[in-house]
């Protein structure tokens, strides 16, 4: 005993998520299977409504082979000395590794990417998140091994609560003594498997999906090495949620690690949303911006951080949302068996989804070409001048029905009528614009690059959210990227972004562009709209096209 040490672990868990039924489903678990454990609560307010924090001590020696000694326990845990660290949201399990409870050389950390929003964080008018990339890199700094997934969307998926989610992650990482039948038979209560509650087969369904995925991510890990560098592979059996060989393109080992990972997820993309050749334009101007990166910082110091950006905001803005792409998504196999997971229905249930659309004259224009697409959006605008609301074709499509689904079908299957019509076209000068000034930027000063891609996080939602996104970005390009002093082009240019996301209503923007020098943007005239009330003709502002 004086050798033998306990394996210590401290459970992190926010309000109402099932923390102190973990710690005592671990305490069963131990004792089921003969070793001796203990267990404390430290309650505590964390960043929100509060968290409450649960150590536990296992000593790794059946008690049948203690010869009735028992092992003395601590009370509360200490910084650098965790075997494990469990959490169920990504905020507080940082918080606790900035505490210095995690040590690099000892500690497995499991913690879920879920987020829990602090009131700082919901206060900020644009995207007020603290940075998950930041955060991670936190955790896999600070951990011998880190094992984090999405598992609030896993235990909705299993219809059951975070804790079992988390307490199969434990069973699954192998840091117990315990086999799974202790950790079953806990959850059951005691009850034997074909008794068990309706609650406590939910809970082991949560707990079937963390301890697989837990135990499958080294043999996961190993077969996407093997595809992307197959010299430094060690050969073994592919998982059948891993990726298949054809998902990796030939041209991925031409990028760097560092880009690599984001470009094959972007390619893949871009082949289910508009085949092989459109994929390889990307690849093709994914391959420019590398060459200039290159050129702006031979040495990579910067790890190739520029290329990194680009290959995910270019292939999100090459895959923009159409009729086309919102057919496809929904009327794939994967989710009607999401919504019936969702659901949930029983056996003798008939389950029916409707779904709504509404599509506009832009929406249909797109497909059209250029000339006949003007007319047909002059003709709205006429609409709208007069003071009509804009045109659509409210829809109320079953997707249960074969006639729903041969409609969704039909109109997905338009992929050859995408490239042929005017928005297509559209978006494709205005990429090249943005491509252009990526690649400029980066020959006159690297970090001129970098904020011009990262312009891409303009680009999101759709309507008239994403059209403002695309008019912001490129006046922004216009007016401030191509300044004579090219470290002061990159500090206007950030702060243009910042400010872009932090007001919707572009206030913050026209503000900073015009301390920059730059012109606000244009401003859009909104059309007055007259109805007929019982005294007279009454004025009412449009909604903007």
Request: glycine content about 8%; some cysteine.
């Amino acid at each position: 005993m004086t050798t033998t040490r306990p394996i210590t672990l401290l459970v992190c868990a926010l309000g109402g998520e099932g923390g102190g039924v973990l710690t005592e489903w671990l305490v069963e678990t131990a004792r089921i299977a003969g070793y001796p454990a203990q267990a404390t609560s430290i309650p505590g307010v964390a960043q929100r409504t509060g968290a409450t924090t649960y150590y536990l001590e296992v000593f790794p020696v059946p008690l049948a082979q203690l010869g009735g000694r028992h092992p003395v326990f601590g009370l509360s845990p200490v910084p650098g000395a965790l075997d494990a660290l469990v959490s169920s949201e990504l905020l507080e399990t940082a918080r606790q590794v900035t505490a210095g409870m995690a040590s690099p050389d000892r500690t497995l950390v499991i913690s879920s990417t879920a987020r829990l929003l602090t009131t700082q964080e919901r206060m900020q008018l644009g995207d007020g998140r603290a940075d998950a990339a930041e955060l991670l890199q936190l955790v896999q700094a600070f951990s011998r091994e880190h094992q984090v997934f999405d598992m609030g969307a896993m235990a909705k998926e299993a219809g059951t609560v975070v804790s079992a989610v988390l307490l199969g992650a434990i069973a699954g990482s192998g840091l117990l003594p315990f086999e799974r039948r202790h950790f079953e038979q806990a959850v059951r209560g005691g009850a034997p498997a074909d008794q068990a509650s309706g609650m406590a087969r939910a809970s082991l369904r949560g707990f079937d999906k963390a301890c697989a995925l837990v135990q499958g991510r080294q043999t996961q890990a190993a077969f996407v090495a093997q595809l992307l560098a197959p010299e430094q592979a060690t050969a073994g059996p592919a998982p059948a949620t891993g990726p298949t060989a054809a998902a990796v393109p030939a041209s991925a080992p031409a990028f760097p690690e560092p880009v690599r990972e984001m470009y094959v997820l972007g390619h893949a993309r871009l082949v289910e949303y508009q085949g092989t050749p459109y994929a390889d334009l990307y690849t093709q101007r994914l391959q420019s911006v590398l060459a200039a990166e290159r050129q702006a910082d031979p040495a990579g110091a910067h790890g190739f951080a520029i290329t990194a950006e680009m290959a995910r905001w270019l292939a999100l803005w090459m895959a923009f949302d159409d009729i086309v792409r919102v057919a496809d998504l929904k009327s794939r196999a994967s989710r009607w068996q999401r919504v019936q997971r969702e659901v949930k229905p029983a056996e003798a249930d008939l389950l029916k989804v409707f779904d709504h659309f509404k599509p506009g004259i832009p929406e249909f224009a797109a497909l059209l070409p250029a000339g006949p697409a003007e007319r047909v959006l002059a003709w709205d605008r006429r609409r709208v001048a007069a003071g009509r609301e804009p045109w659509a074709l409210p829809l109320k499509v079953g997707t249960h029905t074969a006639f729903g689904m041969l409609a969704l079908r039909t109109l997905a299957s338009l992929k050859w009528l995408r490239v042929r019509g005017s928005r297509f076209a559209l978006e494709q000068q205005m990429i090249a614009r943005w491509l252009d000034g990526v690649l400029q930027g980066s020959r006159r000063d690297w970090r001129l690059g970098h904020e011009i891609a990262l312009c891409g996080r303009l680009i999101k939602g759709y309507g008239a959210t994403n059209e403002r996104g695309k008019e912001n970005l490129l006046h922004v390009l216009d007016h401030l990227a191509h300044g004579p002093d090219a470290a002061a082009a990159a500090r206007a240019v950030a702060a243009a972004r910042q400010a872009a996301l932090a007001d919707d209503a572009g206030k913050a923007l026209d503000a900073t562009l015009l301390q920059h020098g730059a012109p606000a943007r244009p401003v859009k005239a909104v059309p007055i709209r007259w109805s007929r009330t019982p005294r007279g003709l009454a004025a009412g502002t449009a909604k903007a096209p």
